[in-house]
C-alpha cells in the first residue's frame, strides 16, 4: 500500500510544473547560429571536394570517360573506313554496269 | 506571420522564434534531460524553420509543425548521442581512446516545485528508459500538457494509439519506478 502511495506520488511529481526558457538572447543565438550554416555550407562543400579520396575517384571518372571516348571514336573510325571501301567498290561496279549498259545498248542500235 | 517569413520577413521571423522559444525548448529539454542539449536542438529547430518555411502548407496549425520537427530533432540528437558513446566504448575497448566516459548528473527540471524535486529527478531517470514513441507521448502529455488528441495529430497517429502508447508508458514507468523503490527500501 505504502509502495503504491509513493509510486503515484513520484508519477504526479510533474504536475504544476512551470515551462523553462532558453534565456536571454535566444533569438542572437539562432541568428548566430544561421549565419555560421551559411558560410560552413560553402566551407564543407570544398572540403568536400579537395578531399582525396573525392579528388582520385574525379580523376578516375574523368580518366574512364576520356578512354571511353577514345575507343568509340576508334570504333566508329574504323566502321567509317569500311564503309567508305564499300560505297567506292560499290560506285566501281555501278560505272561498269552503267559502261556495260551503253555498249550494249550501242551494239543493239547497230 | 508565415507569409511574411516565407517572403524573406527578418521581422516576422524574430517574432515566431520569440513567441515559441519556450515552448520548443521545454519540448527538447524533457525528452533530451539537459540544457545544453535543450539549447542546441532548439536552435536547430528554428533554423530548420527558417530554411524550410516554404514546405510549411498551412495544412496543420505552427505549434504542431514545430512539435514535429522539435520532437525528430531531439530523437535524432539522441541517437547520435548513443551512436557516439558506442564508438567511443570500442575505441576504449582496443585502448585508442583513453578519455574517461563521464555518466551525466542527475537532471534536475527548473520548473519543478521544490517538494518534488527528488520524485521527478526519479520520474525523469525512469522516462529515460522509455521507448522512443513512448516517451515523445508521454513528455508532450505530462510536461507539455497537450492533450490526447494534439498528441494525435503532432505524431500523426489515432487517438487511440496515443491512448494506448500513454498507457504502456505509465506501465513501464510504474514497473521501473516499483524497482527503484525496492531497492530503496532493501
Known amino acids: 500500500m505504502e509502495k503504491r502511495k509513493e509510486i503515484v506520488k513520484i508519477l504526479s511529481s510533474l504536475d504544476g510544473m512551470e515551462k523553462a526558457s532558453p534565456g536571454d538572447f535566444f533569438f542572437t543565438r539562432v541568428q548566430a547560429r544561421l549565419q555560421r550554416q551559411e558560410t560552413s555550407t560553402w566551407g564543407s562543400i570544398t572540403a568536400f571536394v579537395t578531399r582525396p579520396t573525392v579528388a582520385l575517384?574525379?580523376?578516375?571518372?574523368?580518366?574512364?570517360?576520356?578512354?571511353?571516348?577514345?575507343?568509340?571514336?576508334?570504333?566508329s573510325s574504323n566502321s567509317s573506313v569500311a564503309d567508305q571501301l564499300e560505297q567506292n567498290?560499290?560506285?566501281?561496279y555501278n560505272t561498269t554496269l552503267a559502261a556495260n549498259s551503253y555498249y550494249d545498248e550501242n551494239t543493239e542500235a547497230r | 506571420m508565415v507569409d511574411q517569413l516565407k517572403q524573406g520577413d527578418e521581422n516576422a521571423f524574430k517574432i515566431i522564434v520569440t513567441t515559441?522559444?519556450?515552448?520548443?525548448?521545454?519540448?527538447?529539454?524533457?525528452?533530451?534531460?539537459?540544457?545544453?542539449?535543450?539549447?542546441?536542438?532548439?536552435?536547430?529547430?528554428?533554423?530548420?524553420?527558417?530554411?524550410?518555411i516554404h514546405t510549411f502548407k498551412g495544412?496543420?496549425?505552427?505549434?504542431?509543425?514545430?512539435?514535429?520537427?522539435?520532437?525528430?530533432?531531439?530523437?535524432d540528437h539522441i541517437r547520435?548521442?548513443?551512436?557516439?558513446?558506442?564508438?567511443?566504448?570500442?575505441?576504449?575497448?582496443?585502448?585508442?581512446?583513453?578519455?574517461?566516459?563521464?555518466?551525466?548528473?542527475?537532471?534536475?527540471?527548473?520548473?519543478?516545485?521544490?517538494?518534488?524535486?527528488?520524485?521527478?529527478?526519479a520520474l525523469f531517470k525512469a522516462i529515460e528508459k522509455l521507448p522512443e514513441n513512448q516517451k515523445i507521448a508521454f513528455v508532450l502529455n505530462k510536461i507539455?500538457?497537450?492533450?490526447?488528441?494534439?498528441?494525435?495529430?503532432i505524431m500523426e497517429t489515432t487517438v487511440s494509439s496515443i491512448e494506448s502508447l500513454l498507457h504502456r508508458a505509465k506501465n513501464n514507468l510504474r514497473k521501473w519506478l516499483q524497482g527503484v523503490y525496492n531497492n530503496k527500501n532493501k
Open chain 2, 59 to 75: 495544412e496543420s496549425k505552427l505549434s504542431t509543425w514545430l512539435y514535429r520537427i522539435t520532437t525528430s530533432k531531439a530523437l
Open chain 1, 89 to 92: 567498290s560499290a560506285d566501281d
Open chain 2, 20 to 52: 515559441w522559444q519556450d515552448m520548443v525548448y521545454n519540448t527538447a529539454l524533457g525528452i533530451l534531460q539537459s540544457a545544453e542539449d535543450a539549447e542546441d536542438v532548439a536552435q536547430e529547430v528554428f533554423v530548420q524553420v527558417y530554411e524550410s
Open chain 1, 57 to 75: 575517384a574525379t580523376l578516375c571518372i574523368i580518366f574512364l570517360l576520356n578512354a571511353a571516348a577514345l575507343f568509340y571514336q576508334r570504333t
Open chain 2, 80 to 121: 547520435r548521442k548513443k551512436r557516439k558513446k558506442r564508438f567511443a566504448f570500442v575505441q576504449a575497448l582496443f585502448g585508442e581512446n583513453n578519455e574517461i566516459i563521464i555518466q551525466p548528473p542527475d537532471f534536475h527540471h527548473p520548473g519543478v516545485v521544490l517538494d518534488n524535486k527528488e520524485n521527478a529527478t
Open chain 2, 144 to 153: 507539455e500538457g497537450l492533450n490526447y488528441q494534439e498528441i494525435s495529430e
